[in-house]
């Protein structure tokens, strides 16, 4: 008869440690039932099609963001006279600080796109109706906090690139009629520029506006999407009750895991190997030089352009003068963003359509709002590519006895400056025709289409 032996030390620790998770989860489930909530949360069904995680793809990168961007607040000084020396520091001197602002702008990017592709399939499938319209509302917010956010970061840095669009954005307060020198003085810690705004700009980058993010995102992403029934495709059903997909564990948590890593190693990829923003390149800030020989972020890219087709167009009232040509692009931005956070309702009231919809439109069954979207998906391509073309600067002649002045940086694309007269011209007659043709030539092919 052989000796029973005592089990080794490893299969002990592991029996042990087992045992130990049992009863720590017998022991929380006793207390706070969650077994009761949990069993039914997993096994949820969630849809199976690559376009329902766009918003997983900018979920994780948003997570990205929030990392790296506690890995840079380690070193940043939000000084104005030593901010653009703490960023060349973290750029050139801290071990990995390059690849970790590499890695927080193209998080951002891919935020940024990863949102804007979201947005795009949610409208023309009319995935905002009802009862989605809280979760669509939410989702435009979240957009315009981080396009702000985004312009915020980008002017911490204290460059000459950097201080130059802040230079222009108090330009734009000055120029409110009654109240300009006060909302520039809010802004700015005065007139003077650029005074306190490089502090201000901290806090609203680092701490209020990630922590709107940080109640926004769950809620927007986790809590109604939980809550709510998940909207449905034709292709895989074929009234409003059907549920169709794969249960959250393991189908759905397994196509999460893979969209992170995925996520991580594109981001990665592009922060290695894709070079952005040199600030050592373009120096500190000094005043009355010319802004370095770049082009802005692609969306900002949009106001860029606006401001270059909009004539500069001035209305004085009394002693005041009103100055459209800076007005008008904010406005229009402005216009657009008010417009696409009551859409659900706009819609709802045109079509009188009031009843919930959980399955998801055909764009060519919908023309009219397919044609809309791709007319004002044109009108800003049209803006956007108002950015690319600059005129050739003017040659700068000094007084006599007078150093002369460096010689302005090289644009990207240059065209004498009757060239870029026409090219202006042909932009803001297209901004007019452009959007009409392409709402026109959709509304007729989606009509067509679903005939």
Not at 85 to 110: C, D, K, N, P, Y
Request: include cysteine; hydrophobic fraction near 50%.
């Amino acid at each position: 008869m052989a000796t029973p032996t005592k089990p080794k030390r490893r299969p002990r620790f592991v029996a042990g440690s087992a045992k130990a998770a049992v009863d720590s989860a017998i022991y929380l489930d006793d207390r706070l039932p969650l077994g009761r909530w949990l069993r039914p949360q997993l096994r949820k069904l969630f849809p199976s099609h690559w376009s329902f995680l766009l918003g997983e793809l900018a979920l994780y990168s948003f997570v990205f963001l929030l990392l790296t961007g506690v890995f840079l607040t380690l070193f940043y000084k939000p000084n104005p006279d030593v901010a653009f020396e703490s960023v060349r520091e973290i750029s050139l001197e801290v071990r990995g600080g390059l690849l970790m602002r590499q890695l927080h702008h193209w998080s951002a990017t891919v935020f940024v796109l990863a949102i804007v592709a979201h947005l795009c399939r949610v409208f023309f499938t009319g995935a905002f109706r009802k009862p989605r319209e809280l979760s669509w509302m939410l989702g435009v917010v979240l957009f315009a906090l981080v396009l702000f956010n985004s312009f915020a970061g980008v002017s911490m840095l204290g460059d000459q690139l950097a201080f130059s669009g802040l230079k222009q954005a108090q330009g734009v307060l000055l120029s409110v009629p009654l109240i300009g020198t006060y909302l520039a003085s809010f802004a700015f810690g005065g007139t003077d520029f650029p005074g306190d705004v490089v502090p201000r700009l901290f806090l609203l980058h680092v701490l209020l506006v990630p922590g709107i993010l940080l109640a926004v995102v769950p809620l927007h992403a986790l809590i109604l999407t939980w809550r709510q029934k998940h909207t449905e495709r034709r292709a895989t059903a074929t009234d409003e009750n059907t549920v169709t997909g794969g249960p959250f564990f393991p189908y759905f948590a397994v196509k999460n895991g893979a969209t992170a890593l995925f996520t991580l190693g594109f981001v990665a990829l592009l922060a290695t190997f894709v070079r952005v923003n040199p600030v050592w390149e373009h120096g500190a800030y000094r005043e009355h030089a010319y802004p370095p020989s770049a082009q802005p972020f692609w969306y900002y890219g949009v106001l860029e352009g606006a401001q270059r087709l909009v004539p500069g167009w001035e209305i004085p009232i009394g002693s005041y003068v009103v100055q459209l040509g800076l007005w008008i692009p904010p406005l229009i931005l402005l216009a657009f963003f008010g417009v696409l956070f009551f859409y659900p309702f706009i819609e709802r009231r045109y079509t009188g359509d009031g009843d919930y919809h959980h399955l998801l439109d055909r764009p060519s069954q919908v023309p009219v709002r397919t044609a809309l979207g791709v007319a004002v998906i044109t009108f800003f391509v049209v803006l956007w590519a108002g950015m690319w073309v600059s005129a050739v600067p003017p040659v700068m002649h000094s007084a006599p006895g007078f150093p002369a002045p460096p010689p302005a940086p090289p644009a990207l694309l240059t065209v004498p400056q009757s060239t870029y007269e026409l090219v202006v011209a042909g932009l803001r007659v297209a901004v007019f025709v452009l959007p009409v043709v392409a709402f026109l030539i959709t509304r007729a092919v989606c009509r067509r289409r679903s005939a």
